[in-house]
């Protein structure tokens, strides 16, 4: 708030100190009044022009600098990679050319400025300049969307290969839960219109069906590490987006219908907290919450580091609040964790 304050101080201050320089020019007797621009007029806009150059590209220089340290720290599933190495290299190609044809522009500005007397050289058509300037960004484009292609089929590749998990994710406003296929790995039937809340069918599992016997419903994440994961995705009510920004995952929600994606984690919970980025963003995070705490405010207690699943899209009021917790660890770790949950048949027993 104090922030938005500051901004709009400021944007009020510009516009106060606009209306007098207007009122000051406006008292003014002038000998001259044109409305064409004089070569002083062309000049100060050279320079102006100049300044503005190095004002973007001082902002640039300063958000890269300054927020860096809150974007993601390395991708934990083995797609994660490429993805960020696609990014990687768009970025650096979009701000080579910024760069480039920023300086260009306001340097030609400047430098071919109007003057009294002088007429401006022009070609009504040159082939070779417009040739130039159409093939480099034609093959570089061409380029990054075939390697975006590329990217995205080798992603999107979802099969049953390497005896991956089935997870299924539900997605209703607002919270998430998890179906797992139990022993046999396979998911049961299930159906909005067999949800039974008073009996805990949250999910809507056909109760007739056998494969539905051993499947583990939870609301909390665990993975096993290297080892591949098909998710499924269902949504009860409107359109949601699972988000799970640490492994370069996301896929839409859709109601009457099941979305599929597929990664392999490659970092446990316990191995990312011990990365340099992650723990300085814990620190930066707790050194907030201490203050917060010594003032008496919420949101105070010391945080850890998680995975995490988020919804992506604006599902409603408490869309901010549609997360679950997601943990990676090793096989032997995950394997006892199933074994201590309970099946969606001991689950409708004990409700009889």
């Known amino acids: 708030m104090t922030t938005l304050l500051t901004i709009l101080v400021l944007i009020l201050v510009a516009i106060a100190i606009w209306q007098m320089t207007k009122i000051f020019e406006l008292s003014q007797i002038r000998a001259e009044n044109t409305q064409v621009a004089s070569d002083k007029d062309n000049k100060y806009n050279g320079y102006l022009m100049f300044a503005f150059l190095i ?27 490429s993805y960020d190495s696609l ?13 480039v044809t920023q300086a260009l ?9 109007g003057e009294k007397g002088k007429k401006a050289l022009f070609y009504a058509d040159n082939d070779r300049l417009e040739f130039i300037w159409t093939i480099i960004p034609v ?7 075939l390697w975006g292609l590329y990217t995205w089929t080798n992603i999107m590749d979802v ?31 299930a159906n909005v219109r067999m949800i039974d809340i008073n009996r805990a069918n949250v999910l809507g599992l056909d109760e007739s069906d056998p494969y539905a016997g051993d499947d583990v419903i939870v609301k909390e994440l665990h993975l096993p590490v290297g080892r591949k994961v098909n998710f499924r995705f269902r949504s009860q009510d409107v359109l949601h987006s699972a988000y799970m920004p640490h492994f370069r ?8 219908m099941i979305t599929e994606f597929s990664f392999t984690p490659t970092i446990t919970t316990e191995e990312m907290r ?65 074994e201590s949950q309970q099946t969606f048949s001991q689950l409708m027993a004990s409700m009889n």
Not at 139 to 145: N, R
């Open 139 to 145: 093959i570089v484009l061409a380029g990054l969307i």
């Open 55 to 81: 004002f973007i590209y001082g902002i640039t220089i300063f958000s890269f600098w300054k927020y860096s340290k809150v974007l993601l720290p390395e991708a934990a599933s083995e797609h994660g990679q």
């Open 159 to 189: 099969n049953d290969e390497d005896d991956p998990l089935i997870v299924e994710l539900y997605a209703q406003q607002f919270n998430w839960t998890a179906r797992y296929g139990g022993a046999d790995n396979v998911l049961g039937g």
């Open 105 to 113: 522009l306001h340097y030609f500005g400047y430098k071919y400025k």
């Open 274 to 338: 011990l990365n340099p980025d992650v723990i300085d963003k814990v620190k930066r995070t707790n050194a907030i919450r201490t203050e917060r705490a010594a003032n008496g405010e919420p949101n105070s207690d010391p945080w850890e580091f998680d995975y995490v699943l988020l919804c992506n899209k604006i599902c409603g009021k408490s869309h901010y609040n549609m997360q679950m917790k997601i943990i990676v660890e090793t096989e032997e770790e995950y394997n006892a964790w199933m």
């Open 87 to 99: 990014m990687l290299w768009s970025f650096v190609i979009i701000f080579f050319v910024q760069t």
């Open 249 to 256: 995952a996301q896929m839409n929600c859709v109601p009457g």
